[in-house]
């Protein structure tokens, strides 16, 4: 059974940082590309930070220089650290794990809030 699990969100004050963790199992995960998505109030899910299975990263623009994602191999997990939080990052934010087979995974979503 593949489970994605998100963990660290919560409330935080514009300017502060949160970090996110999302601990994979049930799949190899070395080989999968991980990206986190986020959904905020009225939006559609979009794409903040991909990495792949050999570390090669990308962001959206409205996070770069803000938020780093990184993956342990030996932890099969994956993390997104973000920093100077704004109002418009409120959302729930997803995990998902990618092989370019067709196999596609997502987590259950991690609520963060950015507000003074």
């Known amino acids: 059974q593949v489970q994605l699990v998100e963990s660290g969100g919560g409330l935080v004050q514009p300017g502060g940082s949160l970090r996110l963790s999302c601990a994979v199992s049930?799949?190899?995960?070395?080989?999968?590309?991980m990206g986190w998505y986020r959904q905020g109030p009225g939006k559609q899910r979009e794409l903040v930070a991909g990495?792949?299975?050999?570390?090669?990263?990308n962001y959206a623009d409205a996070v770069k220089g803000r938020f780093t994602i990184s993956r342990d191999n030996a932890k099969n997990t994956v993390y997104l650290e973000m920093n100077s939080l704004k109002p418009e990052d409120t959302a729930v934010y997803y995990c998902?794990?990618?092989?370019?087979?067709?196999?596609?995974?997502w987590g259950q979503g991690t609520q963060v809030t950015v507000s003074a």
């Open positions: 990495i792949t299975s050999g570390g090669s990263t």
């Open positions: 049930g799949i190899i995960f070395r080989r999968y590309s």
């Open positions: 998902n794990a990618n092989l370019n087979t067709g196999r596609n995974y």
